[in-house]
């Protein structure tokens, strides 16, 4: 005797325990569709998964050129330049590319949608664990210049750092389930979003260091989210510090609260969203 799975849109749930349980029901498809979108980023691609190792090498580049000789000297007593600024990038860049690809996926799912019934959200979810395998991949190269300039690697605090992906992870779907909410209205959301995700990238230390900011605006930079993802990958990684409490409290609080708000959002409006796809 088979078991069928049925989804209704109209049906009256709780967001936040609904959208948890559609994971784990789902798990096998989530599954499927990951492996689908990292696959697919680089099935056309000449270089491939080589482009994930390369691509962080090629933006540090870039910003090592135009602020290494401004910022290097107050982000490198300790640690080289180069280490702190990989390391900010990776992060900053599995932010914004996730928090879009989890916004924009279920839009573009609407042609599976419009003809099975499946929870919408594990679309996103799948597109923000692709991101997480791609940050795991990128994270291998500022391995291998942390080798290189001798800087070692804390075993000590080094292995909490997926925990800390998870929570990022966590925050960029509920992000994304909102920024989904707003895009099936107006597409253009989208792109406001990526100008957004830049802009906390930039409040987010990832090539600069706190001191190079008067100390007033430091609260503003602390309130950022992202700034504290940063800064606790740094500790986790090559400094072999564990968080503070400020720390953890805006890492953790940042993704519980971002992925219940958009699980209530998102939960609260797909009936008439579903409609408009």
């Not at 990292?38 to 691609?45: H, I």
């Not at 923000?128 to 001798?150: E, H, Q, R, T």
């Not at 925990?163 to 966590?170: D, M, R």
Request: positive net charge; proline residues 4%; glycine residues 8%.
């Amino acid at each position: 005797m088979t078991t069928t799975t049925v989804y209704d849109s109209a049906q009256q749930n709780l967001p936040f325990l609904t959208t948890f349980k559609n994971f784990w029901t789902y798990r096998g498809l989530i599954r499927l569709l990951t492996v689908k979108n990292v696959t697919a980023r680089y099935k056309r691609s000449v270089l491939g998964v080589w482009w994930t190792l390369l691509n962080p090498l090629l933006m540090t580049a870039i910003y090592y050129v135009v602020f290494g000789a401004l910022f290097s000297r107050s982000a490198g007593e300790e640690f080289p330049y180069l280490v702190y600024l990989i390391s900010g990038l990776i992060v900053a860049g599995f932010f914004a590319e996730a928090v879009v690809a989890c916004g924009s996926a279920i839009v573009g799912s609407r042609g599976i949608l419009q003809r099975m019934q499946v929870p919408p959200e594990v679309f996103a979810i799948s597109a923000g664990l692709a991101g997480a395998v791609n940050f795991a991949i990128s994270v291998l190269p500022l391995l291998v210049v942390m080798l290189i300039m001798g800087v070692g690697v804390p075993l000590s605090t080094v292995f909490f750092s997926p925990l800390l992906a998870l929570f990022l992870l966590v925050l960029v779907t509920g992000l994304g389930l909102m920024v989904a909410s707003a895009a099936v209205f107006f597409y253009d959301v989208i792109d406001f979003v990526k100008v957004l995700t830049q802009l906390a990238s930039l409040g987010a230390a990832t090539f600069y260091d706190l001191s190079w900011v008067d100390e007033k605006f430091h609260v503003f930079l602390k309130a950022n989210p992202l700034f504290h993802y940063v800064d606790v990958f740094r500790k986790l990684f090559y400094r072999g510090e564990l968080p503070d409490a400020l720390n953890v409290a805006m890492v953790v609080g940042s993704a519980i609260v971002a992925l219940g708000l958009g699980a209530y959002v998102f939960s609260r409006s797909w009936r008439n969203l579903v409609v408009r796809l």
